[in-house]
């Protein structure tokens, strides 16, 4: 059994290879929920959806969210109300955070939503969210009228593009929330696990957050394989290379492997920043350098080899 | 000033008509929330909606219900994510749940929503709900499987197309609910109120079960003009016949003109229930017999003449 640990985009992508080279039964993703929102009275759960849709081959993927051939009727009915439309939701989208909120408001827990909306789209992995219990990431920014301002991440990322420097973060709701139903079984008994190249702060980190996560990491770190989403200095996509400066950290493969360090024991890294490697190996067991753009499918699917072949 | 007591779409019908033979600007709709109920997160009113789609010229006359020219991509998705999709709710119609839902989460009231929908669509009447507070009608009803069961008012007549016999009906939340901002003092004020030709049950008597209205309406009793919505012993649309009859209710305009003897002065009846108008005086002040069938917008016009000249 394999576990993932899954962000957005980037995740979804590994995943999708990894599913080409392995028994897709074989394989649980725990996916990060810090992103999470309720917006129009609608729970929307950006990253499950990301790698649902991914992983249905329903993405988008030259836009990098929401579905292929998506309409757009209810967004531009809602911008003629002058409703608040920063955050796009495509009619097909929206058929997803329909069902579960009548979902959630019947009593299901978002697991369960998760896994029949999984099911319906014919997946046949496990995917857990990282909790059951609201966690939201929060964003504190340099408030554009000076002093600094705590704004959901959505506002941050979507709403304001990320265009702002970043003083700190928060997982509201971590320390009372629990690991989802499975997560903690399926790290304890998995035979590898897979840290995906997502955002290590606000991708990774709300995973961190929630109590016991990190702990059953540290305790199987061996057997924990990451992919480092900085490339040559820079995010892929997203913020990641900016936030980890702001927030201190060293915007390349080597600050992802310090943070990484209590918990991974084998990181991945691109072939650009071989010459990172020592410095690397340093910080932990064993660092393996190989092509981690996954610019296409067949690169994905060579890269979850890799991967699958990489624990310390 | 005018006031107009709203259910659906024979309120709307007639509003319609009145708004092209007085200033709309001198009319105040009060209309009926215990329709309302959230479904997949959203709030939805949907007597509110029926008429401010129709004042606006929006509603799809033939269907009976929602917006001409509508699509539903988000229903067909819902449908084939197996979501719960016995409630149609179109693409442009979802549109004004959104705004609503989220005006409403960030601490509008519904009274607030409401108008900002009505000018957004270029109403110039006033439209208040009855309440700004949460009023459900409730529906019990023979279970198919034998006893009562109580069921939410959208359950029976839009899951159900009210094929089920009635029992008995409650307005949950009535009691704590108080009338929304403006609904006292515009039926204090007002010259003429209107009854529309709602259903008397379901339409008209959760506005009777908000405390305060129906007190204002007895003090005014001889300047209240109500339409009886049974013409020849039944209902122009949906079940208000049947359900007078379940409810032990005379199902034709005499036992409308008992139902309302309390606080309608003047009850306006159809041609073919002239024959009716003595009996409906012995019940109350005042019988105005016309053509009530508003197959038309000039005969709805019409019809809004006479129940203007119609006062006791």
């Not at 109300?81 to 909120?101: E, I, K, N, P």
């Amino acid at each position: 059994m394999l576990v993932a640990l899954a962000g957005g985009v980037g995740a979804a992508r590994l995943l999708a290879g990894l599913l080409d080279v392995v028994d897709p039964a074989t394989v649980t993703a725990v996916v990060n929920t810090g992103d999470d929102l309720v917006l129009h009275g609608l729970s929307i759960s950006p990253d499950i959806d990301t790698v649902t849709y991914t992983l249905a081959g329903l993405d988008d993927r030259a836009q990098g969210w929401g579905l292929a051939g998506e309409s757009w009727a209810v967004m531009g009915a809602l911008e003629a109300l002058g409703g608040a439309s920063w955050f796009r939701l495509g009619d097909r989208d929206l058929a997803t955070h329909l069902y579960r909120s009548e979902r959630l408001a019947r009593g299901a827990t978002l697991s369960e939503v998760t896994a029949e909306l999984a099911e319906r789209l014919g997946l046949r992995l496990t995917l857990l969210p990282m909790s059951d219990d609201p966690v939201r990431t929060l964003v504190t920014i340099d408030a554009p009228s000076g002093g600094v301002e705590e704004i959901s991440f959505q506002d941050y990322f979507v709403r304001l593009r990320h265009a702002v420097v970043v003083r700190s973060l928060r997982f509201s709701g971590a320390e009372a929330a629990h690991p989802a139903p499975g997560v903690l079984d399926a790290l304890a008994d998995a035979e590898l696990i897979i840290g995906c190249p997502s955002n290590p702060l606000v991708s990774i980190g709300p995973l961190l957050a929630v109590p016991g996560i990190e702990d059953a990491l540290v305790k199987r770190r061996d057997d924990v394989v990451a992919v480092s989403p900085i490339v040559g200095g820079a995010a892929l996509k997203g913020p990641a290379d900016r936030m980890l400066r702001e927030l201190g950290h060293d915007p390349s493969a080597l600050g992802v492997a310090r943070l990484y360090a209590p918990w991974v024991g084998t990181l991945v890294i691109d072939d650009v920043d071989a010459a990172l490697a020592p410095a690397v190996e340093r910080e932990r067991d064993r660092c393996v350098v190989t092509d981690t753009v996954m610019a296409s499918r067949a690169r994905a699917a060579a890269l979850a080899e890799v991967v699958r072949g990489a624990r310390a």
